[in-house]
């Protein structure tokens, strides 16, 4: 079963008036991960989807949404895949990858069916991202030992994190997606600190990893107008390309970040010091 929604883009001019509950409703991913089901959330930001697939029982099946007017998913779309849960399966045109948690699958343009699987008793969580392809570039699954890995920051400032590039062009090929995620060290609880915007692409992120009563406070909006949100484990949040997307938790945690846009250049950041945010 595949459940869908459609996000639109929005004017910072806009979003500055928007109180609590309008900013959860427009930007927030609370609920993208139901037991049985593929949930995804089609936005205007880069054509961009976000979502995830949670199977128990059954297996299931990666369909196009109507949105897309294509025969199947990935006609004219790459896709991003990691897993958050438990040890699970992902067939792609016949083939089985096995994902391990924290690892990823990256599905290029024209494979035709995408089924997700259980391998075991545990449950696993597949969090997906997808944008439009120009370009059809091999299947490759992606863990720790290819992965691209980065320590940044310092326990000093609270933002000592190890980052794993997993879908990234210093990788594997891609058209325009990129994907990866961070892990904040213990006692360290500020990402992406300083914060930064990219009007070249948007972004996305998911946070898991959330120890039970704990949670992420999630800043957003103009450098000059921010906002928050608080969030909770397993949610995402789409970031637009004019905002800042920082996060400071209760306690350390992880987060998946997923863009696309203009260019695949991982470090074009427009950096703005913590001093000068409003």
């Known amino acids: 079963m595949t459940q869908t929604e ?4 929005h004017h910072p001019d806009d979003v500055k008036h928007y109180d609590t509950t309008k900013l959860r409703e427009h930007f927030l991913a609370d609920t993208i991960f139901q037991e049985g089901k593929i949930t995804l959330i089609y936005t205007m930001y880069d054509r961009y989807v976000v979502g995830g697939a949670v199977p128990v029982n059954t297996s299931l099946l990666l369909e196009a949404l109507d949105e897309f007017k294509s025969s199947y998913f990935l006609e004219r779309r790459e896709l991003g895949i990691i897993n958050l849960g438990e040890t699970g399966t992902v067939k792609v045109d016949g083939t089985a990858y096995e994902l391990n948690k924290k690892e990823a699958l990256y599905v290029g343009q024209g494979a035709k069916e995408v089924i997700f699987e ?37 326990s000093k400032t609270s933002n000592r994190r190890t980052i794993n590039k997993l879908i990234v062009n210093s990788v594997v090929p891609t058209c ?66 004019w905002s800042i997307h920082s996060g400071c938790g209760t306690s350390n945690y992880s987060f998946v970040w997923g863009m696309a846009g203009e260019n695949l250049d991982y470090g074009d950041m427009d950096t703005v010091a913590p001093n000068a945010l409003k």
């Open 6 to 9: 459609l996000r639109y883009a």
């Open 118 to 154: 259980k391998s075991g008793e545990g449950q696993p969580i597949f969090y997906i991202n997808s944008a439009p392809a120009h370009h059809a570039y091999p299947t490759v699954k992606v863990t720790k030992e290819n992965a691209e890995i980065v320590e940044l920051g310092d």
């Open 176 to 241: 325009q997606l990129q994907m990866g995620l961070t892990e904040l060290h213990e006692g360290s609880v500020w990402n992406t600190m300083p914060a930064h915007t990219h009007n070249r692409r948007m972004e996305a992120y998911c946070y898991f990893d959330v120890p039970e009563g704990q949670a992420v406070c999630h800043f957003m909006g103009q450098p000059n107008e921010t906002r928050h949100i608080f969030m909770q484990n397993l949610q995402a949040v789409i970031s637009p390309e």
